[in-house]
C-alpha cells in the first residue's frame, strides 16, 4: 500500500487474521478497550499518605464487625427561596434546637438591599430525615445536594488501634515497676511516651469520625423570593472557570496522549506479533492446503479416467 511518497507494508490474509486474533485475545486478556489503552486503574491516582485510607475501609488488625453496626456521615446543603429571610431563619433554628441539634455557624450579606443567609447547623443522625422534610417545607427549593458515606471499617480500625496500643501501655507501666536502673527506666519512659502519643492521635481522629457520625451537618442558604437571578449569579468567578476550563483541557489531552503511548507501546507490538505469528502459520498451512488440493484433484482425474473406460 502506497500513501503519496510512503510505502506502506501489506499483510497476507493469514497476517491479517493473526492481528485481529491477537487483538481479540488482548482485549478478552485486559478487560476492554478502555483497560488496554488507558491501563487496568484507568489513570493515576493522588498519592495516599501514612495513615489515610484513601476513603477506602482499611483492613481491620486484631479486630472484626460485630453484628449489624453500620457507622455512615451524612451532609445537606440547600438552597432556600423564602417570603422573609429572619422568620425562616428563627422558624428553622427553633426546629433544629427541639430536635437536639444547634447553629455551628452562620454567614450573613447584602445585595442591593436584599438580604442573603447561609447557615450551618449541628442536627442529630436520627433527627436529619425530619430536619431536611422542614426545610423543603419552609420555602422554595432552589438547589438540594445530600451526601451519604460509610465510615464503619474506619472507626472499627481505629477502636482496634487504640486496645492495642493500650494493652501496649499497661504492658510497659508493668515493666515500668520491675525497672532497676536508670537506663532501663529511659528505655521504658521513651517506648512508653512513643505509646501514649499514639494513643491520643488515634483517640482525636476516632472522636473527630465519631461526632461525624452522631451530629449531621445541614447547610442552607436563605434568599427571599425573587433572588433567583441573583443567586444565579452570586459567586461567578471568571478566572475561576477560566482556571477550570484550562484544568478540563489538560485531562482530556492528559487521556489522549496516554491513550497514544498505550497504543504505541501496547497495541502496536501485539498486532505486530499477532501479523507475524500468523504470517509463519499462513506459510506452513499454506503448502498443506495446496497439496491437499493436489491430491483431492489427482483423485476426482483418476475416477474420471476410469469411468470413461
Known sequence: MKIGSLTLPSFSTPAKIGVVVALVLALSASGGLSALLFGASGGSSAPIEK?????????????????????????????????????????????????????SGSYRYTDASTPYLTVTFRVPAASFDAAVLALRAEGTVLSEQISTYEVTMQLVDLEARLRNLRA?????????????????????????????????????QRAALADQVAMTTISVTISPVGSSIGNAANGFDLGKEVSLAIAN???????????????????????????????????VVTPLVALLRRLMGVGVATKRTTRRR
Open 249 to 283: 483541557l489538560i485531562s482530556v489531552g492528559r487521556t489522549v496522549i496516554v491513550a497514544a503511548i498505550n497504543l504505541v507501546i501496547v497495541v502496536l507490538p501485539i498486532a505486530l506479533i499477532g501479523a507475524l505469528a500468523g504470517g509463519l502459520l499462513g506459510r
Open 51 to 103: 495513615g489515610d485510607t484513601g476513603g477506602v475501609p482499611t483492613a481491620t488488625p486484631g479486630g472484626s464487625i460485630e453484628g449489624d453496626r453500620i457507622d455512615v456521615v451524612r451532609n445537606g446543603s440547600f438552597s432556600l427561596e423564602v417570603a422573609d429571610v429572619e422568620a425562616s431563619l428563627t422558624k428553622l433554628t427553633g426546629i433544629v434546637k427541639s430536635q437536639g441539634g444547634y447553629v
Open 168 to 204: 501496649s501501655e499497661s504492658a510497659l507501666l508493668e515493666l515500668m515497676t520491675r525497672a532497676t536502673t536508670v537506663s532501663d527506666v529511659l528505655a521504658v519512659q521513651t517506648q512508653l511516651t512513643a505509646v501514649r502519643s499514639d494513643i491520643e492521635s488515634y483517640d482525636a
